[in-house]
Each structure stands twice: as C-alpha cells, then as structure tokens.
C-alpha cells in the first residue's frame, strides 16, 4: 500500500521538482472548504459550490520568474470537470491534458479524476511551453479516471459548450443540479435524480409552475425563460428552451428524447 500512499500525497501536496532548477518559496498552501476565502477571495463561492474538499498549493521560483501550483481537490469528478467547464477560457484550445485541460501563454489548467489543477505564472512573458511540461509531469502524478461525464454524450450534437450548474439549473430552484448545453437558437438541460418516481414528482412540481395538468410532458411559455418543453424519462428530467421559436425548443427535446439511455 506504500505506493498509492505516495501518489497521493504527491497529488495533495504539489512540489517544484516537476521542473528542474525550480525551488519553493515561502510556506506550502493548505485550504480547506471553509477557510478558501482566505486564499481566493471573491472567487472562491464559484469553486465552493460544486463540492469542495481541499486546495493544496506551492509557489515556485527560479531566475526571478515565479509559477504558482495549485490543487484543487473536489468530491468527484463531475466537480472537478464542472469547475473546468466553468473557468476555462474559450479562446484557448481544449487538450487531452488528463480529462481535459488547456494551456495559456500564463496558466495552464486540467482536470483529472476528482482534481483541478491550475498552474499559474505571475509575469507577462509567454510560459506556454514550461507550463506544458510542468502539467504533463503533474498529470502523471495523478492516478484515477480521465473519463468525461457520461451524461455529455447524451446531448443532441452540435453543442456549442456544455456546462455543469450546481444548483437552480435555468433560475429553478426544483432542478437542483445538471447539465446545460448551449445551441445556436436553444439550450438543452439535464438533471439527474435518484430514483424514477423522484424524477416524476420534479416533473409534477414543474407542471403545477407552469400551470399545465396531465401525464405528459410540459410545454410552456416562461416571461425569462421564452419557449420550454420539458419531459421524465427514468432518472431524468431533460428538455430544452429557446427565446426565440418554441418549435425549436420542442424539437429539441424531442431529439434529446430519443438519445437518453
């Protein structure tokens, strides 16, 4: 058991050995949950609320540059990917860095099974390059999943991007947490609950919103929302929205229908 032990405090507790010549400067960074704010500030809400354990950090230094190394540990690796989703910026490339990463002239982010890493270099200068080779050798350090959420493949294609919001999917509080992908002319969303009959009784609770009666599915005008056309399936409580075309919308969901297992 010695050896799982080790890869994984190497994960909690990054060091500057992933590149030659690097060196630590000043004291490792331990966060937990409840003490982020210390560290992050105003940020910290945006990583909290997808389930958060424990950031551990290091800042490193060599020839008057400094990089900064920090991971984030989340509950699973859905948080994790769900952070990624949220942060990454769009003007840069998605690589196969773990589950997926990217990398900046000045940060290089991944996830990886439950983790998030972000290795941040503080001057102007284009890091790309060290940035690269110090997220390989981290990448490696970390041993688990690089699957993406399997609900990802369920979506219509075409998807333009697809995040995970915690909490209140499309401003609803009944749809506590899922998945949002973004369209052209629509958004298509996906919440997961624990059981058949739950997802039935979100559905109940949305009809009685909408003031719509019956079994079926919902099809409905919102004054934010516009066109949307919901409906259970198992587990699931899917649909799509569009503020411009409620044929949109219900094609759509029709298609998602169709694709969800």
Known sequence: MILPVLLLLAVQAPDCSVEPGWVEHGKARVYEADSLFEYMDGNAEGYLIYGYTQLRGVTCRKDGETVLIDVHEMANPEAAWGIYAATHSPDIPDEPIGTVGQIGPRKAVFAKDKF????????????????????????????????????????PPNAKSVRLVPESVLGIRALKRGFVAQYAAAQAFLITEATPEAAAGVLAKLRARFGQTGDGGIVATDQYLGSIAIFSKGCYIAGAVSKTDQQVAVALAATFEKRLP
């Open 116 to 155: 998030l890493v972000e290795i941040t270099a503080e001057s102007e200068k284009d890091h790309s390059a060290l940035l690269r080779r110090m997220a390989l050798v981290i990448e490696k350090r970390i041993d688990g999943s690089v699957a993406l959420p399997a609900e990802l493949k369920w979506f």
